[in-house]
């Protein structure tokens, strides 16, 4: 069973950077194909970024590609998000997801698609 721990939300004024990092154990973490999701209030839950095993492929959101990037330390079992000129939309509750990957170039945008996910992380940008 994997377990995912996000950390590094907080409270930040729109135009900086944070970093939100997401620790996994229970599993071979370089088998794992990771995505970052979030929920915003009164809003279904969106794709954000997501990342193959080997990390060599990644894959963003429109609304974030250019700002974001994903990464990850399969040497560290941690993956990372780091934003940029954060806006207030982009507030919401970051969540970490894994799955299983068979190919080491696979990645994956659905969130239908993961088996296993992290209680998720409050960011919150103040315009």
């Known amino acids: 069973q994997v377990q995912l721990v996000e950390s590094g939300g907080g409270l930040v004024q729109a135009g900086v950077s944070l970093r939100v990092s997401c620790a996994a154990s229970?599993?071979?973490?370089?088998?794992?194909?990771m995505g970052w999701f979030r929920q915003a209030p009164g809003k279904e839950r969106e794709f954000v970024a997501a990342?193959?095993?080997?990390?060599?492929?990644?894959y963003y959101a429109e609304s974030v590609k250019g700002r974001f990037s994903i990464s990850r330390d399969n040497a560290d079992n941690t993956v990372y998000l780091r934003m940029n000129t954060l806006k207030s939309e982009d507030t919401a509750i970051y969540y970490c997801?894994?799955?299983?990957?068979?190919?080491?170039?696979?990645?994956?945008?659905?969130?239908?698609?993961?088996?296993?996910w992290g209680q998720g992380t409050q960011v919150t940008v103040s315009s």
């Open positions: 229970g599993g071979s973490f370089s088998r794992l194909a």
């Open positions: 990342i193959s095993r080997s990390g060599v492929y990644t």
């Open positions: 997801a894994a799955v299983w990957a068979d190919l080491s170039g696979r990645y994956y945008t659905t969130a239908d698609v993961y088996r296993y």
